[in-house]
């Protein structure tokens, strides 16, 4: 028999299969929803449904939206610049440092090795999109994959004749050099930037 | 204007409040369940709601429990042997080392800092439970207000001639000595084993 009462052990179970949430961790989450009060919970518990209700995806940008995209629909971003991201998380980090142009969301990178090809990503919408578009940041990370979409992506870009760039690669503010890669250091002495 | 939709938001702050959730994990929890089933996330809410709903505290012991505490109303358990703890957390810890007697869940510790007296805690229903019991073990965490109920409980425990003990305190399984404060080094000395 379980030390663990059933409805206990079930929100145990929920809890740890979010991401970075071991056993112990989810048990001791679950065991704080149950010290909490019941409108807390009930509060928890409408937020997740409400979430997968409310939540769909821009059809333009393919990132998350409530009724209509408060990004792609804002006259006062810059309608010309667009930044091709991977994911929807990557918008809400890239909005963070205060980026005004548009977005693109493919929803992964090319991998060869997983057997995503170009043709699974949201590649078409993108070429329709990029007509009215003066230049693109490629913000994707640096990795295999990531390297194999930025050269695939900026191949279809210079081909429409407009400004492509990617996101500098180097030294993270606040990080000492001591603790940096040499593959890091390496691409932030060709990236610098004349002062 | 926010850069995430308002049900995300709001289920960001449900996250957030979880105790060792900073903004950042609940920002990718959040996220983690925007990319997730529906079924999933339903089910995940009904598990909250439901936990809430079905666990009560057992009028005995004073621990969670569903209908009737299956450890108070286990036939297989040593009806004589108690083990006080402060929460019902620590009973289930407890169990995990295989414990088979009675617990007991105080449901805090005495503080006088804090204005925590002994009326309370769970105290009252301790004292008539002990007419049936044999040997007492103190369960509680050494600290300055587990030691301080821990010594109040043990006079209450003695006066009705039962034999009563704390948990050993010493060096953890599987940890190196020279980790170990001397504080509890000193511990582990005085609670020496023959062997």
Known sequence: MSIYPNTLKELI?????????????AERLSIYILNSSNEETVEFSNALVNLKDSISTCKICNC??????????NENRVKDLLCIVKDPTDVFLIEKSGFKGLYHVLGGL???FDG???EKL???ML???????????IGIEPSHDGDITTIYLSDIIKK?????????????????LEFI???????????RVEI
């Open 13 to 25: 179970l929920r809890f740890s299969k979010l991401p970075g949430i071991g056993k112990k961790t």
């Open 64 to 73: 998350f939206t409530e009724d209509e995209c408060h990004i792609c629909n």
């Open 110 to 112: 090319i991998s060869p």
């Open 116 to 118: 995503i090809t170009p």
């Open 122 to 124: 949201n590649i078409d």
């Open 127 to 137: 070429s329709m999109r990029l007509k009215s578009i003066r230049e693109v940041i």
């Open 160 to 176: 429409e004749d407009i400004k492509v760039s990617r996101l500098a690669r180097g030294v993270p503010v606040g990080t000492s």
């Open 181 to 191: 890669d040499e593959v890091t250091l390496s691409h932030s002495i060709n990236d």
